[in-house]
């Protein structure tokens, strides 16, 4: 297919049966998996790294430990095991919109022990 920008992207995972992503790297993140999701597809996984603690198994997709449990997620998500809605609905968690309260409450947390009004201030 080649270089897909963001629409065809859209596209591409909301026809999707699937995304599956048999990386062996640590990620710290896996952003492909949150817009999978708001595709509505499910994500096949491996069980580790960021995979393992965002990807719901049997929710928002499988995660995988072994080959046969990669062989078995595909087969259960062609079937429709994993509900589209489900997949939008966890994905929304992570929006800016829904993010942006939680890192300015840090950081004025953060900002707060600068000014010396930190752990042990109530307020």
């Known amino acids: 297919f080649g270089y897909a920008d963001p629409q065809a ?7 999707a049966s699937s995304l599956f992503i048999a990386s062996r790297y640590s990620e710290p993140l896996g952003g492909v998996m949150f817009e999978a999701w708001m595709s ?13 603690e965002f990807n719901q198994h049997n929710e928002t997709g499988y995660r995988c430990r072994t080959f046969q449990h990669f ?12 509900n589209p809605g489900i997949c939008r609905r966890y994905a929304m968690n992570y929006t ?3 993010t942006r309260p939680q890192y300015e409450s840090y950081f004025s947390d953060v900002l707060d ?11």
């Open 40 to 52: 509505g597809t499910p994500v096949v996984s491996p069980d580790w790294a960021a995979f393992g």
């Open 71 to 82: 062989v078995t997620a595909l087969t259960d998500t062609r079937a429709g095991a994993i």
């Open 9 to 15: 992207r859209r596209t591409l995972l909301a026809n």
């Open 113 to 123: 022990v600068y000014n010396k009004q930190g752990w042990y201030t109530l307020k």
């Open 96 to 98: 800016l919109a829904a």
